[in-house]
């Protein structure tokens, strides 16, 4: 009998990825958006994105605590996934939004710091998504890794940008930043987690913790990048 060829968990994540649009193409057709739908298209899908982007970065902690290596085959798709909403989020934004208009365009993004982090995070994630593929792999060598470092400052940035486009008092957590700071702790969790020494501090306890379970409940363990 041929084996199934998606894992529970590679299927999970392309109906998550999809689910956005979906919702999103469906709401559209029937109505179902809010009395501004320009501004509810660009809102929730920088909400797919960041959230995309946040599944991306646990890749790497859920190996290295669980050994579990499937999450690193996923890691590229989920990034991927995150740049093809980032990307429609910024059409939306320059097209719909502001018709293309590139004078009005500069001017509102020079005027606002949201804008302006937005727009480093969204270029930044062009070169990562272009590089994601093994031939660039190959060919950049050891630079690939360092160029896939930008990812410590993208996340951030996402932050900031999801921050500064919600209204709200962030001192007294009143108003409309709640969800965005619980990104931004969750990145910098995982963005931690991902720090070299860290990562092995967490790795090798993770380590001596499975030795204790049956051989059969671990996973395999494999190297990560």
Not at 49 to 75: D, G, M, Q, Y
Not at 108 to 116: A, D, M, Q
Request: glycine letters at 4%.
């Amino acid at each position: 009998m041929k084996k199934f060829p998606y894992t529970p968990l590679q299927i999970a994540m392309h109906i998550y990825a999809w689910s956005g649009l979906i919702w999103l193409i469906f709401d559209l057709v029937t109505g179902n958006l809010s009395p501004n739908p320009i501004q509810d298209l660009e809102q929730r899908t920088g909400r797919h994105a960041i959230t995309l982007l946040v599944l991306s970065l646990l890749c790497t902690p859920i190996n290295t605590i669980f050994k579990w290596s499937e999450p690193l085959k996923r890691r590229r798709a989920l990034g991927l996934y995150a740049f093809m909403y980032a990307v429609i989020h910024v059409v939306i934004f320059a097209d719909l939004d502001y018709g293309l208009a590139w004078s009005n365009l500069i001017t509102e993004v020079v005027e606002k710091p949201r804008l302006i982090a937005g727009l480093i995070a969204f270029v930044l994630l062009i070169p990562l998504a272009i590089t994601s593929f093994d031939i660039w792999k190959k060919r950049l060598g050891k630079n690939w890794k360092r160029l896939h470092q930008v990812v410590y400052l993208i996340g951030p940035l996402t932050v900031l940008h999801y921050l500064w486009s919600k209204k709200g008092d962030i001192l007294s957590f009143q108003g409309e930043v709640v969800k965005p700071l619980m990104y931004g702790l969750v990145i910098a969790v995982f963005l931690f987690f991902r720090i070299p020494p860290v990562r092995k501090a967490l790795a090798s306890f993770s380590s001596r913790m499975l030795a204790l379970l049956p051989k059969k409940n671990q996973h395999p363990k494999v190297d990560t990048p």
